[in-house]
Nanobody, 120 residues
Framework: QLQLTESGGSLVQAGGSLNLSCVASGGTFSGYPMAWFRQAPGKERELVAAVAWNTIRYYPESTKGRFTISRDNAKNTVTLQMNALSIEDTAVYYC??????????????WGQGTQVTVSS
């Protein structure tokens, strides 16, 4: 099991950029595919980016071309660079490990998350 701590969320204007960071502890970070999820008020949690053990990445259409996920196994860190932000990106962002790369099902290791608010 990993303990996950997210940071980097902030208030930003539409069109701006943010870089989120997640530090993992308590387990073998390099052994897990990792992902970023987000949850907006009144909406279900959704995956926004994932990175496998060998740096293969996955992005849904909503974030492809705007978001970039990276991992540093030496630092037990996964980051999310977000560009061209829109109001629709406003949410609490979480990182988590994935049980399975194909299904992209997350573990139940949710941290506190970090709030991203995009203003017009």
């Amino acid at each position: 099991q990993l303990q996950l701590t997210e940071s980097g969320g902030s208030l930003v204007q539409a069109g701006g950029s943010l870089n989120l960071s997640c530090v993992a502890s308590g387990g073998t970070f390099s052994g897990y595919p990792m992902a970023w999820f987000r949850q907006a008020p009144g909406k279900e949690r959704e995956l926004v980016a994932a990175v496998a053990w060998n740096t293969i990445r996955y992005y849904p259409e909503s974030t492809k071309g705007r978001f970039t996920i990276s991992r540093d196994n030496a630092k037990n860190t996964v980051t999310l660079q977000m560009n061209a932000l829109s109001i629709e990106d406003t949410a609490v962002y979480y990182c988590n490990g994935l049980r399975n790369w194909g299904s992209r099902e997350p573990y139940d290791w949710w941290g506190q998350g970090t709030q991203v608010t995009v203003s017009s």
